[in-house]
């Protein structure tokens, strides 16, 4: 034949799009053309395909090769087009038949692989991304197919995700071997699950004293809502923190894959891990650091904290411009990056834990220390004010954290283990009552499994008066009131339960 038609994909975000790879081989002079809007690296695909070709032993034909690949207008990024290009032009070439001497059928694989010069198959990195989209994708109608062809390193990769069939190939003609039935390759077989390594998490008990805070660090783990420490410089705000990845329980294998397959995007081989992710970038990360963005869209630190928690120290130093891009992901989960290149959809289900110092030079309000603090009013009001309302409102917690003079001589608090155990314990009531956690109810939902009774009511609304709260204020407070609740083993929450969610509000905090 002089035609032949494959399937690949190219990614956009965490989506897989399919790609026809088209091949012909005709008449005329030596030519090899690549159409459909190719970035660099898939234009270069011909110096590998061709070199990748005669080092494999086959021969590359003499004449005019075109290679498209479809939808025109779809942007095609990253090398792995390489293999389906080179068993394109063998096929069309007629290289490739199988024992009864036909051209053999490969419309059920999705091939994707990068090859060398010597032809054999370098690993891309994002086999899981591609495999979640394949799987999640596959609608009636949708052109992906269900088997994928990878290189070696990639396919035990992909052949995690449930539902997919992935074999793995070394090299060109191993692929070859496969598609002629000659030497069919082996299926894939995924690695054995990885048990989270809470010993790597530094553990509760090292911070003493601060009960009022670990409190809240436990609230903030049961229900997955947001956290804001304010104190004076050491007085343990990240050292809170830096332990709460210790107290959340292990993820399940459809977010362990998740989140492996975003981290794949921008570290190629990661390891999945049912481990909640922990990241804390500096405050000096730009905005498309934070939530996504760059030349190629590449996720930011809020999807690469998807499932895990997103830990910003020193929260009024980062660029007011990155703040106040978190607002939306806060509410709905995820991150639209919108560039002239494309749009692309990132998960972006994080867990915010910011800490702050109360002043400019961090000592506001500590009496015992010498020289006290200089910071004038209007110096601690436009330190404060670098944070703006609707941000703060979007925060579920709110904790000051005064020093302790005897906190060094204090016993040592609860264990991580320990205090895992109860959030575990509330967690699993949440799933089970309303299929999500405390901090993502909305509207009905919230009304249907945190229902208010009349006392609980007259107290919101006097703080709705006294403090101009917005509704959603009310909803976050509603929310970490069925948490309390949860953590105490309470079947409905009371007023005892709102009353204590109210003093995490910022007003209680701050006035």
């Known amino acids: 034949m002089s035609l032949a038609v494959l399937s690949s994909c190219t990614l956009r975000g965490l989506r897989a799009c399919a790609v026809q790879v088209e091949v012909h081989v005709g008449r005329g002079l030596p030519a090899f053309s690549l159409v459909g809007s190719l970035a660099a690296e898939v234009r270069e695909s011909r110096e590998r395909v061709r070199s990748a070709i005669l080092n494999s032993g086959f021969t590359f034909p003499d004449g005019r090769i075109t290679v498209n690949l479809a939808p025109a207008d779809l942007p095609k990024e990253s090398g792995h087009f390489d293999l389906p290009i080179a068993l394109g ?88 071997g496969h598609l002629s039935g000659r030497h069919p390759l082996q299926q894939a077989r995924a690695p054995a699950p990885t048990s989270p390594s809470f010993e790597r998490v530094p553990c509760l008990s090292d911070v003493r004293g601060q009960l009022a805070a670990r409190q809240a660090l436990e609230v903030a783990a049961a229900g997955a809502h947001g956290l804001l420490m304010s104190g004076t410089p050491g007085v343990g705000k990240s050292m809170l923190a830096q332990r709460l990845p210790g107290l959340l329980p292990p993820l399940t294998l459809e977010q362990t894959l998740e989140v492996a397959a975003v981290h794949s995007l921008v570290t190629p081989g990661y390891e999945p891990d049912a481990s909640a992710p922990f990241r804390a970038p500096h405050h000096s990360a730009s905005m498309a650091a934070l939530v996504g963005g760059g030349l190629r869209i590449r996720p930011g630190e809020i999807s690469l904290a998807h499932h895990g928690v997103l830990f910003l120290d020193e929260f009024p130093e980062f660029d007011r411009r990155a703040l106040e891009a978190l607002r939306e992901p806060l509410e709905t989960g995820q991150i639209t990056v919108a560039r002239a290149s494309g749009t692309c959809r990132f998960p972006a289900g994080f867990q915010l834990v910011a800490a702050m110092n109360p002043c400019p030079c961090g000592w506001y309000g500590h009496t015992d220390r010498q020289p006290a603090c200089q910071c004038s009013d209007e110096q601690v009001r436009r330190y404060r004010n670098r944070i703006s309302g609707p941000l703060l409102d979007r925060i579920d917690l709110h904790v000051r954290l005064a020093p302790e003079a005897r906190a060094s001589e204090a016993a040592p608090g609860e264990p991580s283990a320990a205090v895992r155990e109860r959030v575990r314990a509330a967690r699993t009531r949440q799933w089970a009552r309303q299929g999500c956690l405390n901090s993502q109810l909305q509207g009905a939902a919230l009304e249907a499994h945190a229902p208010l009774d009349r006392e609980s009511r007259s107290l919101l609304r006097e703080a709705q008066q006294a403090w101009n709260w917005s509704v959603r204020s009310v909803q976050r407070t509603q929310r970490v009131a069925r948490t309390l609740a949860d953590l105490q083993h309470a079947p409905r929450m009371g007023s005892q339960h709102v009353a204590q969610a109210m003093q995490y509000r910022p007003e209680s905090v701050c006035r």
């Not at 090859?115 to 009636?140: E, K, N, W």
């Not at 995690?160 to 692929?175: I, W």
């Open 89 to 176: 032009v063998l096929l069309a070439s007629g290289q490739i038949v199988d024992a009864a001497g036909h051209a053999p059928r490969v419309g059920r694989y999705l091939l994707c692989g990068e090859l060398s010069l010597t032809g054999s198959i370098v690993a891309t990195g994002s086999a899981l991304a591609i495999g979640l989209s394949v799987v999640r994708d596959r609608l009636p109608g949708n052109p992906l197919a269900n088997a994928l062809i990878l290189a070696s390193r990639d396919a035990p990769m992909a052949a995690q995700v449930p539902g997919l069939v992935a074999f793995g190939a070394d090299t060109l003609a191993d692929a070859v």
